[in-house]
């Protein structure tokens, strides 16, 4: 008996001491940088950008958009949401396109992105589906609303889509999304555009079940951008703003959660996700979301390439007619 009470202190020790390496030196690699993401968009023409617009979240924060009005009285409207380390700048090609279309369309600085918040990081899962909700409230986008994502972006739309506030969006449009590091839709570090903390996130997550948030600042993934892009783009996400921009941990369960109107484009020549895989993914789900898969089409492609910015339109058209105006 003895020997087991000195016992239980020492695994409690070994515990501790793993504990603290992971998250003193778990942390993510940095990846070389990946000119298909980020190299597209040295081409965009940026002279027509919206300056960036403000509302006040329900901590007081003032975060970032971007709005582009169409021509005369307004449609119906889109919010987008960026990738992984972007901004609303990289929305400018398709948020313009829809606006030329009679949409409202806005294009998000995600909180932790661009003008909004710290770079990187937030203060809590959840705060991001809160400054969504917060952004409805303030701007009150004309109806029928569409949330668009990318990326990260899309995955978050999921996650948007799948909660008890998806009804804030009339439909939804997921552009290639992030649907789970184990979803088969997956490749190995999205194709080299990420790499992953997984020591540290194990940890941190173990830590944040039992409200230990004292590292949550600490870097758990970091982009595959180069120098000149880091001084613009996000880097690296904290544990909180990592869990947060993606579909909840139960992604299959999120697949079936979602109810509103939803359709998927991606390109067939992404490089970050399988985009083959996606059809079979929601069928298994019991879900029958119309999946579109674009010829000659990159991951961000899908918001840059003409075919692929007019499909998109389409798209979103084609949502906000109903169910009965077929997708080309």
Partial sequence: MRKFLITLPLVALLLLAGLAAAIAFGG??????????TDP??????????ATRQFAARDGTRLAYRAYAP?????????????????????????????????????????????????????????????????????????????????????????VAAGE????????????????????TYRADSGGWVRVGIPRIVALSLLDAVGVQAFG??????????????????????????????????????????????????????????????VGLFQAEGKDVPVTLLPGVSHVGLTLQPQAVQAVVAAVQSLQAGPSIALR
């Fill in 217 to 278: 600042a600490l870097p758990v993934s970091r982009f595959a951008l180069n120098e000149q892009a880091k001084a613009t783009l996000t880097p690296s996400y904290s544990y909180a703003l990592a869990s947060n921009f993606r579909p909840r941990a139960d992604w299959r369960g999120s697949i079936r959660s979602a109810h509103q109107p939803m359709r998927l484009l991606a390109g067939e020549q992404d490089e970050a996700f399988h985009a083959e895989r996606y």
């Fill in 71 to 159: 021509f005369g009285l307004p449609r119906g409207s889109v919010v987008l949401v960026h990738g992984s380390s972007a901004s609303s700048a990289s929305m400018h090609v398709l948020a313009r396109a829809l606006a030329d279309s009679g949409l409202a369309a806005y294009a998000l600085d995600i909180r932790g992105h661009g003008e909004s918040g710290t770079k990187g990081r937030i203060d809590y899962v959840g705060q991001l589906d809160d400054d969504l909700q917060d952004f409805m409230r303030s701007v009150q986008p004309a109806r029928p609303a569409t949330l668009a994502g990318l990326s990260a972006g899309g995955g978050f739309a999921l996650r």
């Fill in 41 to 50: 968009f040295k081409d965009v023409d940026y002279s027509g950008l919206p």
């Fill in 165 to 184: 506030r998806q009804t804030l969006f009339d439909q939804y449009l997921l552009l290639a999304p992030f649907i789970s590091q184990d979803a088969p």
């Fill in 28 to 37: 993510p690699g940095e990846p070389p940088p990946m000119a298909s993401i």
